[in-house]
């Protein structure tokens, strides 16, 4: 009889390691099954206080605004746009929540605001929260 190969080219029948855990991932993923409604692993709520440059994700609740900036109008690419700047806080500190166009007329001071998948960048040396094109800024 002739010698045949397995998967990863050794002889012999057995199935190599290699072949074992392919085979068990492709039974797993096709066999999981996920609840109704899952749409992803969500981020816990975090405090201002624990925020950092360049963290995304980010999931902020119950902060309340507690002053909003002047709004300035800007042009980008012929088309025009609104920005303001938002202090915010929870019970562990202060934050700049950025304002882009329509969020500026969706909140006012003393609004209390949730945050849900903003990230935290740095300007002149302070930290601000925009919620960016996937984040989003919802009235409590």
């Given at each position: ?51 950092h440059a360049k963290q995304s994700k980010v999931n902020l609740e119950n902060c309340k605004i507690v002053?909003?900036?002047?709004v300035r109008t800007f042009q980008k690419f012929g ?62």
């Open positions: 009889s002739e010698i045949q190969e397995d998967f990863c080219g050794h002889p012999g029948m057995a199935p190599c390691p290699w072949q074992v855990i392919i085979i068990l991932v492709k039974s797993l993923t096709q066999t999981l099954k996920y609840p109704s409604g899952f749409t992803g692993f969500e981020v816990g709520h975090v405090k201002i206080k624990e925020l002053e909003i900036s002047e088309k025009p746009g609104r920005v303001a700047n938002a202090t915010i806080q929870d019970d562990s500190g202060k934050i700049t929540l950025t304002l882009w166009n329509e969020q500026v007329d969706e909140v006012k001071a003393g609004d209390t605001v949730k945050v849900t998948d903003g990230f935290v960048n740095e300007w002149q040396g302070m930290l601000q929260v925009p919620t960016g094109r996937n984040g989003k800024l919802d009235k409590m």
